[in-house]
T-cell receptor
Framework: DVKVTQSSRYLVKRTGEKVFLECVQDMDHENMFWYRQDPGLGLRLIYFSYDVKMKEKGDIPEGYSVSREKKERFSLILESASTNQTSMYLC??????????FGPGTRLLVL | QQQVKQSPQSLIVQKGGISIINCAYENTAFDYFPWYQQFPGKGPALLIAIRPDVSEKKEGRFTISFNKSAKQFSLHIMDSQPGDSATYFCAASKESNYQLIWGAGTKLIIKP
């Protein structure tokens, strides 16, 4: 079974803090994704990566950056957290197929 | 052109009834249409998917109906059960890439 793990289930941070969200997959998948999920807005793509050290912006990259130094690990960074970044963050991975495998999500609250 | 519009936003169905969720798209280049199911506290998981060369795909109690001319597709859940209570997302993508364009989601509640 594919396993995608996320470093935290819940996080509470202060405005202006630098926040790191980590995602690890154990199936040697090339492609990894970071989404945020907000009620009524579905899943919105922040960034994705199709290989180590490669990244592409998604639909809402502003205020975020990513890092992929190893194939199994994809990190999302909030350089200076703001209250409008309070959300559920979901990581997903896929090999060269269409099926995306998701982690359980990190619920981030920025105060 | 990139949007996938999903309705309704929420749905309550009696146990044993049929749940129907609809999606519409504009981009005729889309050629893969999955549905994902998300339970509280979990990430979404692939439920069923269809390609436009067929009009219907059935897996157990779950059926996707696809209308290429209308650019619409829908998920039908027959004999709905309380365990089907979840949020359902439709999505679409082009063969050439692995990105999915997501609908807004439907929160389905099955009343016992």
């Amino acid at each position: 079974d594919v396993k995608v793990t996320q470093s935290s289930r819940y996080l509470v941070k202060r405005t202006g803090e630098k926040v790191f969200l980590e995602c690890v997959q154990d199936m040697d998948h090339e492609n990894m994704f970071w989404y945020r999920q907000d009620p009524g807005l579905g899943l919105r793509l922040i960034y994705f990566s199709y290989d180590v050290k490669m990244k592409e912006k998604g639909d809402i990259p502003e205020g975020y950056s990513v890092s992929r130094e190893k194939k199994e690990r994809f990190s999302l960074i909030l350089e200076s957290a703001s209250t409008n970044q309070t959300s559920m963050y979901l990581c997903a991975s896929t090999r060269n197929t269409k099926t995306q495998y998701f982690g359980p999500g990190t619920r981030l609250l920025v105060l | 052109q990139q949007q996938v519009k999903q309705s309704p936003q929420s749905l309550i169905v009696q146990k044993g009834g049929i749940s129907i969720i609809n999606c519409a798209y504009e981009n005729t280049a889309f050629d893969y249409f999955p549905w994902y199911q998300q339970f509280p506290g979990k990430g979404p998981a692939l439920l069923i998917a269809i390609r436009p060369d067929v009009s219907e795909k059935k897996e157990g109690r779950f059926t996707i109906s696809f209308n290429k001319s209308a650019k619409q597709f829908s998920l039908h859940i027959m004999d709905s059960q309380p365990g089907d209570s979840a949020t359902y997302f439709c999505a679409a993508s082009k063969e050439s890439n692995y990105q999915l364009i997501w609908g807004a989601g439907t929160k389905l509640i099955i009343k016992p």
